[in-house]
């Protein structure tokens, strides 16, 4: 693999200074190899040196041979099922030949489609590398051929990469390996010229499949050649040889047995043996330690001795006796000792049958049980009957539990025991209260229920908890102004002053101050209800200005106080003063919550048909906001209708309470001979500061 030879070589570079190696580099390499193609673990290799130098070769080396490994198995499936869907797998090593599969194949496709083997996609290195041999062996068997080299041997002693150090003088220095005719290069074997047409690089043999290794052995490749590794090792007992055999190693030769001083070795194939140097004698055997062990003729010899004779084994032989009167069980010999007689197992001083009724028999005797026992005629003693084994299902209606001679029934949880002791009755768990607030008993359990505004404990199901309401994801529009929890309900508040809570409990009324009489206002002053308050108003009309009607104490938002131009005889400059009327109006707002579109407050209604004409031409109106319009809140449009032309006022920004402003409102009459005379409006707008 590139990307690791260039590392390894890097670190060689770094770690060579750090002290005197024990074992050459090359030593902990191969190691490191001999390791990786056992399959060995390469991040936890027995250290064969005490230089962290070679610990590191060691394992780079290993790493380096189980990727090329994995990646040969790669492209060895892409060459040979042209699939790599059975990689599927999400490991390490899956992904390396998954990997060299699928470049693999990318060199193929880009052979099959006559595109250059040396294409430019950032694919990565390695996968460049195995891309372009997989290309290359698909196209051509002999790669000097295809290159325009000549595959002559190498003429020099050296083993460079390719890079420019032999230079051929015919061609002036042009080559980095050899000359041919009409100034061309050409590379020794198991190299290939570069695009440049000057170096050369190494021909890797192993993925080009141009080795000749034999079947279970493991092509390695090598700069400008290859050399053949046996895939499985020879196995304990075994070496390999150059030439890749295996052959025995003879460990008594060698001295790595493991016989003792008493023990002679002796070579076997793959293996040894070690010969006890003591010799035993007739009668005895000799065990694994050398040790001489008596051999007991009497068993392990058929009949040693004659009929009627008794054998008895002695060291190293044995020796026949004469039999005597030997009498088996359930009998014993008589007083003479002539014969054997019965025993009466029932009589004995020891209980044979404790607890139970006992029956003597020739040379043996019988038990006679209790119910709910059997007798065991091998061991001869009354054993409990498993009656819930024998009959499930058939004795109790639930559980059922063996006791000595019996049985006993139990039930499940939510279950009694019946009055018959069989079955199971249902139990009421709510005769205890298991629950806080309410208990509906079930088949076998309970359910537990709360009250309205509480809910169930999701810990232990029984306790209820108080809900709250007010912070629920709907808890906001509860309540008009503000919530507040309580247990297992909740209630709404308003503002301290100028609202009161609405009969729904939920919603807040704006208090009229001027209908119930808490205004403070003077006799001379009008009341005007706002939201959430009061305003005492009162309004003078300037001079040359009379007022039209009387003064009332409660004004409503559709009334309008109005002050008519009056002129005195000959005032020429109040007759000239355009503006003929003044008008006092008044709006209560809320603070809009969500404003989404401009608000009509307020309309200026006109006797002016649209588009009429009075004698000498066409008749108009203009509507202005001359004061009062704070942050630009509001804007005033001319509109037609029921073919009369009207001014509409309109909050188009929001704004936030409280604020008191007057809006100035003109409307002109504008005639073809200019403008006609004006009226003036004065809107009085209250915003409080909250929404409802």
């Not at 309309?603 to 009075?614: E, I, K, N, Q």
């Not at 008191?660 to 409307?667: A, P, Q």
Request: glycine share 10%.
């Amino acid at each position: 693999m590139g990307p690791c030879v260039v590392l390894l070589c890097s670190l060689f570079g770094v770690l060579l200074g750090q002290g005197a190696e024990q074992m050459s580099m090359e030593d902990c390499c191969q190691d490191g190899q001999r390791r990786g193609n056992d399959n060995q673990d390469c991040a936890s290799l027995p250290l064969i040196s005490g230089s962290t130098t070679c610990m590191i070769v060691q394992e780079q080396c290993c790493v380096a041979v189980l990727e090329d490994n994995m990646c040969n198995t790669g492209i060895n499936m892409a060459k040979d099922q042209g699939a790599c869907d059975s990689l599927f797998t999400n490991t390490c090593e899956t992904k390396t030949k998954k990997m060299c599969c699928d470049c693999c194949l990318l060199g193929k496709a880009a052979q099959e489609q006559g595109l250059p083997c040396d294409h430019s996609l950032s694919v990565g290195y390695q996968c460049g590398l195995v891309s372009r041999a997989c290309c290359e062996y698909g196209t051509q068997d002999n790669q000097t051929t295809s290159a325009g080299q000549t595959d002559l041997p190498n003429q020099d002693e050296t083993k460079d990469n390719g890079d420019n150090s032999v230079l051929s003088d015919e061609c002036n220095g042009r080559c980095a390996h050899i000359c041919v005719n009409n100034n061309t290069c050409a590379c020794s074997k198991g190299y290939k010229l570069r695009p440049d047409g000057k170096n050369c690089e190494d021909i890797n043999e192993c993925l080009l499949g141009a080795s000749n290794c034999r079947g279970g052995e493991r092509c390695i490749n090598l700069e400008g050649s290859f050399r053949c590794q046996r895939e499985v090792s020879c196995g304990t007992g075994y070496e390999l040889t150059d030439n890749n055999n295996c052959i025995d190693i003879d460990e008594c030769e060698t001295k790595i047995h493991n016989c003792g001083p008493e023990f002679d070795c002796q070579n076997t194939q793959g293996s040894f043996r070690c010969q006890p140097k003591k010799k035993c004698g007739s009668g005895y055997i000799q065990d694994a330690l050398g040790n001489c062990i008596d051999i007991n003729e009497c068993v392990s010899q058929t009949g040693p001795c004659q009929r009627g004779q008794i054998c008895v084994n002695t060291p190293g032989s044995y020796t026949c006796q004469r039999n005597s009167v030997n009498c088996g069980r359930g009998y014993h010999l008589n007083e003479e000792g002539t014969r054997c007689v019965d025993i009466d197992e029932c009589k004995g001083l020891e209980k044979v049958c404790e607890g139970h009724g006992c029956v003597n028999l020739v040379g043996s005797f019988r038990c006679e049980c209790e119910p709910g026992y059997i007798f065991n005629s091998i061991s001869r003693t009354c054993e409990d009957i498993n009656e819930c084994r024998h009959y499930p299902g058939r004795l109790c209606a639930h559980k059922c539990e063996n006791t000595l001679g019996s049985y006993k029934c139990g039930c499940t949880t939510g279950f009694k025991l019946a009055a018959d002791g069989r079955n199971c009755d249902d139990l009421n768990e709510c005769e205890t209260n298991p629950c806080s607030q309410e208990c509906a008993n079930v088949y076998g359990s309970y359910q537990c229920y709360c009250r309205r505004g509480y809910q169930l404990s999701d810990i232990d199901g029984m306790t209820c908890e108080d809900i709250d309401e007010c912070a629920l994801p709907t808890g906001g529009h509860i309540c008009s102004y503000r919530c507040l929890n309580t247990p297992g309900s909740f209630h709404c508040s308003c503002p301290v002053s100028g609202y009161t809570l609405a009969p729904n409990g939920r919603s807040c009324q704006d208090v009229d101050e001027c209908v119930t009489g808490t205004h403070t206002c003077a006799e001379n002053q009008s009341c005007f209800n706002v939201q959430g308050g009061f305003r005492c108003l009162s309004f003078d009309c300037p001079n040359h200005y009379r007022r039209v009607g009387e003064t009332t104490a409660r004004l409503e938002r559709s009334d309008t106080i109005r002050c008519i131009k009056t002129c005195q005889p000959n005032d020429v400059a109040c007759v000239l003063n355009p503006t003929h009327s003044i008008s006092h109006t008044f709006i209560s707002l809320p603070t809009f919550r969500e404003f989404t579109r401009p608000e009509e407050i307020v309309f200026l209604r006109t006797t002016v048909p649209a588009y009429g004409s009075y004698h000498l031409g066409s008749y108009d109106v203009k509507f202005d906001i001359l004061e009062g319009n704070v942050e630009n809140a509001f804007d005033i449009q001319k509109r037609v209708e029921n073919g009369m032309y009207v001014g509409v006022v309109r909050q188009v920004k929001p704004l936030i309470g409280p604020v008191t402003t007057v809006l100035k409102l003109s409307m002109r009459n504008l005639t073809t001979q200019g403008d006609s005379g004006q009226n003036i409006i004065n809107v009085h707008v209250f915003v409080s500061e909250f929404w409802f």
